[in-house]
Each structure stands twice: as structure tokens, then as C-alpha cells.
């Protein structure tokens, strides 16, 4: 036998490759959960070097730690404590914008590096009360903290949404103490839980979360940090190559995003023929499949995720699933008139009435926004288009499929890792995090506790007639799906949503009550996402050698500090913006997610699933995907069973049916040359440049996606937010390169059949 280890091979005789085995199957218990990450030759050459068996993590993460590197420093919580009332403030103020713009996380990351460098150069070493303002060179470890708090809540907080739905639609202001807690609550229950669970999703090594590896890698690329997974290839080293190509990447884009925008609609089939309806469906980007197969544009190639994180299989997987449903289902689908869906686009984000238009739920409301029945029997049913209608079916397969998949494959995963203390865990990163003092289990029980009643007294004090049976349950749901869908994410860079489940439930469960619906999916759904986001953080501080405790209260307070601080922000827009959400408002604050959000709570709060999924109805087939979904991963552990060494064992139903999960909104262009861009990188350039790879990969993640993050920035605010947009209006936003992919069919969203005055069911 033999390995390869920094590029070299090493055979083994006989007798020592025995040897090798033992200390394969002792390191690394693959008989608790057959990892399709897991390569036995790259795993020995990890265990051998006492470093991870995951080549990906080795790349990126340093398997050395240095336990006297300051890291919750004063600096680091000053430094900390402003990003988390900026990056959150400057977020929720341009969230009801459109156009809008988000400062990621990679923003932070970025500019937090130089603001602490400046920080220990100018600021004077003083020592006030026992404590150092500035205790040296900006350590590394200061540095993954101030990130952790910057991105702890930078983006909107969830329950904001229904605050301001709350305004907008049903003219319900309650005061701050409601909508305090009832952000805290949505978020920190999220918290605790993923604290309580990091004993699953973060310890075990399989547990990798591919996501981590693109910073963890920034991180070591800006600190100069040399590690042995780095490999020993030459050339140019990690911090040059990311400044290249983060300037790059910086430049590129102000020709997709704004000079010659054609080159992320890059639809050049429907430009010959921009007439032709059937071609524009199928190789258009706006409202077609996306078998045009190419794009320029980084944002629209990493608008689900970066390609250079996700594993190779794992994307594999999205892809069948994408040309299964969206490149054969999808056209039979609407090509035979299937659920009326030749008369809409092939793929919008809205609804449509039985005219083709715009469904319009303000036509069969009462004043006191409830379902006015005979006005909505006169009106019309509400259709969607294809591909909409096929993701909520995925969606359905997928919270079925989840459960199956984690009873079959990882039940011995689960009950290993319960009775698995921190230092047992065969992982030099688990065994170095074991030198520091962890953090209690009760401590995250009480922060469970304390949210639990302030949940309590929002809904009980306040009329938002959501029964407190309707609260538990929706608690219940994110927690039996927390562990599944979590080792899931952690494994593949897929999340499988709760959003749709939780609006079909509660749309049974309380008919006609939107604010409870709205309530019900933010604290099923969002519970499960911030438990997800939260342990996603702590396998972050893992892999960078965070002290737990620092951990714990870095993101507790920062969690509580943006939390306050969008509630604040969003109550001053309020208060100080005229006609604000209107669809006039002179600013462009038209709130497009407020009416998402807003407009999903009449569609399933008010007209109710049973007016879409029940017998009888349009969309009833549908149901079917749930047994669908239980019944794939069946066959799947079977076939397993009978191939063990085949190809069958990377097969995952829940991340086929869920990973197309983010259409809409997102489209079929994210998913083509997303997949194109990870076979490239992730399967041929892993298998035959691997030295490269290994040191390159996931900076060039890092270096693109930071790139492109300040190059938006740049375009919003220097050329589109200016003068309301004016800028550019007259010349370059209407020259052939930054119009021909509107008009096209696809452009356009043009249906295959025309309206003759209405379509669809007769009576409904």
C-alpha cells in the first residue's frame, strides 16, 4: 500500500500496512457512520501527520495551536462591539431598499484585518483598570472574534419581518418590549440549541462544514500563517495570490454588474432568435432553464454558494437533482399544460391569477384582512408557475427524506457522539480544544429558558392569537430536525429549509390567523437556521482554536447588541421616512421583502394550503412528494447495502430534493454554472493539480467572494445609490449590452399560450 503525504508517496510492506489499518480503524471509526468525505489513503496521510483525515481541512486549517495568543481582548471587544451595531444597522437600513445592497461577512472579515492593525499601531499601550488597551500586534485569535461578532446577526433579523408586516398590511404597531423580545427569542433559542447540540454537529470530526474552510483559510492567508497542510508546493505565496485576485475580482465585476450587465445574463441562444417562446424557456436566465450553461458574472455563479467549498459529490448531487426536476420534469410538465402552466412563465418568483396577471390578494380580503370567501370564489384560484409549483414538491420530498436518511445512515453517528466526550474524539482539533474550559450545557438551558418566556409573554400579553400549543409545536419541529438537517449541512453545504413545512402546518393547524402563521414559521424555521448559523460559528472558533467561554459570551452579546440595534433602525425608518414600503416612495424604500413576506402570509395565512394542496385542488399532486421523499432514501441505504464500493454510496436524497431549494428566487443560471464551476475545481483540478489545490482553492474562494463583495459595495454606492439612480440612466443603461437579455421572450416572460380571457378550473 501506499500514500501520499505532501505530494510524495510512501509504500508500506505487508506487515506495516497491517499496522496502518489499525491506526486507521482506532483514528477514525468509520463503522459509526460511512462518510462519503472520507478517502482512506488521504485519511492516513492526515492521522500519520496528526492532522485531520480531511485533505479540505487540512488546506485550510492549522493542526497547531499556541493556547497564549491574546484573544478576548479589550481591543477585540471594542472592535467588535462597533462592527455589530454597523454591519447589522447599515443591513436592516438598506434591506427595505431596492435596489439593495448587504455587507457580508467577508466584508467584515476584510476590513476588520487593517482596522486592527491600525488599532496596535497608533492606539498607546496604556493599562486602565487592570487592563491593556492595546496588547501588541493583532493577533489572529482577535481577529476570527471580531468577525464572529460582526457576522453574528449582519444579516436582517427574521422576526423584523414581521414587525414591519405587521405595519404595512394589518395596521398592528405593538410597542418595543414586544418586538424586543420577540426578536431575542427568535434568535437566541436558535443559540441555545445549537450550543446544546454542538456535542453532534461540531466535535466529530466528519462534521467539517465546508463553509468554515473558505475563512479559515482567509484567516491563516492574512496572519501569513504557515501550517503542514498547506503542502510544499512553490510559487506564489497565499497572501500575493489573494491580493491579485481580490483586485481582480474587484474590477471584473463593475463590467457584469454594471457596464455590460449581458455578461451575467449571458443568454446568447434567445439572442438569435429572441422570438421564439419554447427556446427562450428553455435557454433563458430570467424566466427559462438555463441551458445557455454560461455566465461572466461571480455573484450569479456563487448566488447559492461558492463552488470551491462544497465537495465534489455533494454538487454532484445537486445537479442530478436539477436536471432531473428542472431540465426533463419541468419541460414535460409545462409542455403538456399540466397544472394550467403554459399560460405563465416557465419560472417566476410570483403567483398568478386564472388571467395570467399578478395575483392580486388585496381582491378577496375584508377590511380586517380575513378571507372574504365569495370575493375569492369570484376571482380566481392561485397558480404557479412551473418550476414554483416543482419546488414546493422538492420541498416536501425533502422534509421526509431528511428524517429516513438520518434513521438509516446516521443513527450509530448519533448515539456515538452522545456518550463522546471532547478529548475521546479522534481529532487533533478536538484534542487541542480540549485543553480550554468548556462551556456548561446549562448555561445554554437557561439562555433556552429565558427566551422560552419572553416567547411566552409576546404572544399572551399582545393579541396575536397564536396559541401557546401553536409556540411549543413549532419549538418541536426545529428541534427533531436541528440534528438531521445539521449533519447534513456539515457534510454537504446543503440546508434543507423548514420554511414551506412550517406554513403548510400552521396553515392547517390555525387557518386564518397571518399573524400567527407568521409567528409559527418564524420560530419553526428560524430556530432551526440560527441553531444551524450559531453551531456553524462555533465549528468556526473549533477549527481557529477559540477558548469556548470567550466564545459563548462574544456571541451572546453580539447576538443581543444587532438584534437591538435592526429593531432601532427599522423604528426610525418608520417614524422619519415618508411613504415608506409604498410603491411610490420617492427614496425606493419599497420594502420588496416586507411584500414577500407580507404577501406569503395571506397566501397561506388567509387563503390556507387547503386551498391549494387538498383534494380537489390544482396543486394536490403535489402531496405525493412526501412519500416520494420516504421512499428514496430507502432504496438508497439498500443499494448501499448490496454496492458498498460503488458509486451508490454518494448518493443523498435529501440533498437531490432539497439542494435545488433556492428556486426561486434564484434561477437556473445559479445552479448551471455553479455545477460547471465545481467540477472544474472541485473533481478535475482536486484530482490532478491536488499540490495546487490544496494551497490555492479555498484563497481563491476567499479572494473572489471578497472581491465581489466591495465591488457592490463600490457600484451601490457610487453610481446607483447616488441621485436616486439617475447616474448612467440615459447612456449606459441602455446600450445594447445592458438591454439585449431583456428583450427576449425569456427577458420579457413571455408564456407558451396566451390568455383568452381566463384559464383554469371552473369551479375551486
Known amino acids: 500500500m501506499s500514500i501520499q503525504v505532501d505530494g510524495e508517496r510512501h509504500s508500506f510492506g505487508s506487515g506495516e500496512k497491517e499496522k496502518q489499518t489499525e491506526l486507521f480503524q482506532t483514528a477514525l471509526p468509520v463503522e459509526d457512520f460511512d462518510d462519503p468525505n472520507i478517502n482512506k489513503e488521504e485519511a492516513l496521510a492526515g492521522i500519520l501527520e496528526d492532522d485531520s483525515p480531511y485533505p479540505e481541512v487540512r488546506s485550510a486549517v492549522a493542526n497547531t495551536d499556541d493556547t497564549t495568543i491574546p484573544c478576548g481582548t479589550f481591543r477585540a471587544w471594542v472592535m467588535g462591539l462597533i462592527w455589530a451595531i454597523i454591519v447589522p444597522g447599515l443591513n436592516q437600513f438598506f434591506y427595505f431598499r431596492y435596489p439593495s445592497v448587504t455587507v457580508s461577512n467577508n466584508v467584515a472579515q476584510l476590513l476588520s484585518f487593517p482596522m486592527g492593525q491600525l488599532w496596535a499601531r497608533i492606539v498607546p499601550n496604556w493599562t486602565i483598570f487592570g487592563i491593556r488597551i492595546n496588547p501588541g500586534p493583532f493577533t489572529i485569535k482577535e481577529h476570527v ?14 422576526a423584523t419581518d414581521i414587525v ?29 440549541l445549537g450550543g446544546i447540540m454542538r456535542r453532534f454537529l461540531v466535535e466529530p470530526p466528519s462534521m467539517i462544514w465546508p463553509v468554515n474552510l473558505v475563512n479559515c483559510a482567509l484567516f491563516n492567508t492574512l496572519h501569513a500563517q504557515v501550517y503542514a497542510g498547506m503542502g510544499t508546493r512553490g510559487g506564489l505565496s497565499r497572501g500575493r495570490f489573494f491580493i491579485y485576485v481580490w483586485f481582480g475580482g474587484l474590477c471584473w465585476y463593475f463590467f457584469p454588474g454594471y457596464l455590460f450587465q449581458a455578461l451575467s445574463y449571458f443568454t446568447w441562444v434567445c439572442w438569435i432568435v429572441p422570438d421564439n417562446v419554447v427556446v427562450n424557456q428553455l435557454f433563458g436566465y430570467e424566466s427559462g432553464l438555463g441551458m445557455s450553461l454560461i455566465t461572466f458574472d461571480w455573484s450569479q455563479i456563487t448566488y447559492i454558494l461558492s463552488p470551491l467549498a462544497s465537495p465534489w459529490w455533494a454538487e454532484a448531487n445537486v445537479i442530478a437533482g436539477f436536471v432531473v426536476f428542472f431540465w426533463i420534469v419541468a419541460p414535460i410538465v409545462h409542455f403538456t399544460n399540466t397544472w394550467y402552466a403554459a399560460y405563465m412563465p416557465m419560472q417566476s418568483r410570483t403567483s398568478f391569477d386564472n388571467t395570467g396577471a399578478t395575483y392580486n390578494v388585496t381582491r378577496i380580503l375584508t377590511p380586517n384582512n380575513e378571507l372574504n370567501l365569495t370575493a375569492y370564489q369570484e376571482y380566481s384560484p392561485l397558480f404557479l408557475s412551473t418550476t414554483f409549483a416543482l419546488s414546493y414538491g422538492l420541498s416536501f420530498a425533502s422534509i421526509t427524506a431528511t428524517i429516513v436518511h438520518a434513521i ?47 416567547g411566552i409573554i409576546c404572544i399572551e400579553i399582545w393579541p396575536t392569537e397564536f396559541p401557546v400549543w401553536g409556540f411549543v409545536l413549532s419549538l418541536v419541529i426545529a428541534f427533531v430536525y436541528i440534528i438531521p438537517i445539521g449533519m447534513i449541512q456539515a457534510i454537504t453545504n446543503q440546508q434543507v429549509g423548514l420554511n414551506v413545512i412550517t406554513e403548510l402546518i400552521v396553515g392547517y393547524a390555525i387557518p386564518g390567523r397571518p399573524l400567527a402563521m407568521m409567528m409559527f414559521k418564524t420560530w419553526g424555521y428560524i430556530t432551526m437556521y440560527q441553531a444551524l448559523q450559531f453551531a456553524s460559528d462555533f465549528k468556526l472558533g473549533h477549527y481557529m482554536k477559540i477558548p469556548p467561554r470567550t466564545m459563548f459570551w462574544c456571541q451572546l452579546v453580539a447576538c443581543a447588541v444587532s438584534g437591538t440595534v435592526q429593531l432601532g433602525v427599522q423604528a426610525w425608518m418608520f417614524t422619519n421616512i415618508p411613504d415608506m414600503c409604498s410603491p411610490t416612495q420617492k427614496d425606493k424604500f419599497i420594502c420588496p421583502n416586507t411584500e414577500v413576506f407580507g404577501t406569503a402570509s395571506i397566501i397561506w395565512g388567509v387563503i390556507g394550503p387547503q386551498r391549494q394542496f387538498s383534494s380537489g385542488q390544482v396543486y394536490h399532486g403535489l402531496v405525493w412528494f412526501f412519500l416520494m421523499g420516504a421512499i428514496c432514501p430507502v432504496l438508497a441505504w439498500l443499494a448501499q447495502k448490496r454496492w458498498p464500493n460503488s458509486w451508490v454510496r454518494y448518493v443523498n436524497f435529501p440533498v437531490i430534493f432539497n439542494g435545488t431549494g433556492y428556486i426561486p428566487p434564484a434561477s437556473a443560471v445559479n445552479y448551471v454554472t455553479w455545477g460547471i464551476v465545481g467540477f472544474i475545481f472541485q473533481y478535475v483540478i482536486r484530482r490532478r493539480h491536488f499540490s495546487w489545490w490544496t494551497k490555492y482553492n479555498y484563497v481563491l474562494s476567499a479572494a473572489l467572494d471578497t472581491g465581489l463583495a466591495c465591488s457592490i459595495i463600490i457600484i451601490f454606492f457610487c453610481l446607483q445609490y447616488p441621485k436616486n439612480g439617475t447616474i448612467g440612466e440615459n447612456n449606459i443603461a441602455t446600450w445594447w449590452g445592458n438591454t439585449v437579455f431583456l428583450n427576449t421572450a425569456d427577458g420579457q416572460s413571455t408564456p407558451l399560450l396566451a390568455v383568452n380571457g381566463t384559464f383554469g378550473p371552473s369551479q375551486w
Open 145 to 158: 472574534l471580531v468577525t464572529i461578532m460582526a457576522t453574528v446577526g449582519y444579516q436582517s433579523a427574521y
Open 164 to 192: 414591519a408586516v405587521q405595519r404595512v398590511y394589518y395596521n398592528q404597531v405593538f410597542n418595543f418590549g414586544y418586538q424586543w423580545m420577540m426578536v431575542m427569542s427568535t434568535q437566541m433559542i436558535g443559540f441555545s
Open 408 to 454: 438509516l445512515f446516521f443513527r450509530k453517528q448519533i448515539w456515538t457522539q452522545a456518550r463522546r466526550a471532547l478529548h475521546e474524539q479522534p481529532d487533533v482539533h478536538a484534542r487541542l480544544m480540549s485543553k480550554y474550559r468548556q462551556v456548561p450545557e446549562w448555561w445554554y438551558m437557561c439562555i433556552f429558558v429565558v427566551m422560552f418566556v419572553f
